[in-house]
């Protein structure tokens, strides 16, 4: 799947895997498998970091939409004998909020070319050929670098041993099973917030069919399915520091959005004091209750007489 115009794309990808490689040589074996593990980790790591402005911007979309709801359920109530107009108004009313339904797709586009660069990359290491700037040195050892066994390059219909293909199998069930995590993360909290909107159902059977295409990574190298698996863990913790800032909205009779406090972090939650070491309350101030004078009888004032 090499593609002309993507050199200079999978240029940069095989130069960025030298440096890291090369980084973790100073202190660890260069032709270890544990050396590549770390270079593809922190390759993943490295490039989710670099598109996590676009998952900001993708969260914050899917937030106006969660908020925009009750008003999407009006409009498809008023002109349900009418799709044309409905999904007009609907188009109508995401554009104004400054909504895009579209913005979930936006760390899938900016991943895929990168997927294509390590697939490309990895494809010329099991070939055996020192190509975008790779060198000879490099590319034998990531050739021969084992991970659990399985080289790096190898993929389950490739590999000629049996433990092998265990090993590569194990990967890809821990990727089906990471996809499935992934996809059932966000599609719970639609669904949650829009149990009647029919694309919600159909991201409901995505996210049991999407399991399935971890299997294609069958004949995918085994560094490549250790990034797919990295990615989808770092999607996990993602999704969930942002879901729990921002829980779902909440809405009042008229259906304005009332303001949700925030679940408190895991952090948060270990530095709170445990209830034996808090400082007991203090005691209560003392009620200051002022005297005021009696009235002393007329006979008993100064300068009155007694009649």
Not at 140 to 152: N, V
Not at 218 to 234: A, D, E, K, R, S
Not at 276 to 295: F, T
């Amino acid at each position: 799947m090499e593609l002309s115009w993507l050199n200079w794309l999978y240029t940069a990808v095989a130069q960025v895997i030298a440096w890291i490689h090369q980084a973790y040589s100073t202190v660890l074996d260069p032709n270890s498998g544990l050396t590549w593990a770390l270079t593809i980790i922190t390759l993943t790591i490295f490039m989710r970091i670099l598109i996590f402005p676009l998952f900001l911007k993708q969260m914050r979309s899917s937030r106006k939409m969660q908020e925009l709801a009750p008003k999407v359920q009006e409009l498809r109530k008023r002109y349900k004998n009418d799709k044309q107009r409905m999904n007009q108004e609907v188009m109508a009313l995401y554009q104004g909020a400054g909504a895009n339904p579209l913005g979930g797709c936006l760390p899938i586009v900016a991943q895929f070319p990168i997927f294509i660069s390590m697939f490309t990359v990895l494809q010329a290491i099991a070939a055996d050929e020192a190509k975008f700037g790779m060198t000879q040195e490099l590319v034998d050892s990531a050739k021969h670098a084992l991970i659990l066994g399985a080289p790096l390059p190898s993929t389950f219909f490739g590999a000629p041993q049996v433990a092998e293909k265990v090993v590569i199998g194990v990967f890809v069930a821990i990727s089906s099973l990471t996809t499935f995590l992934t996809v059932r993360q966000s599609v719970t909290r639609s669904m949650a917030q829009m149990p009647d909107n029919p694309m919600a159902q159909q991201q409901k059977i995505l996210m049991y069919i999407s399991p399935l295409f971890a299997f294609f990574s069958l004949n995918f190298p085994l560094g490549l399915i250790m990034y797919w698996v990295t990615t989808n863990v770092w999607t996990l913790g993602q999704q969930h520091w942002f879901y729990s800032r921002h829980p779902m909205p909440e809405f009042d009779a008229k259906g304005n959005v009332i303001p949700v406090q925030p679940k408190q972090g895991l952090i948060a939650k270990l530095r709170k004091t445990p209830p034996e070491e808090q400082a007991p309350p203090p005691p209560p101030e003392p009620k200051i209750v002022r005297q005021q004078p009696s009235r002393q009888p007329r006979s008993k004032r100064t300068g009155s007489k007694k009649s």
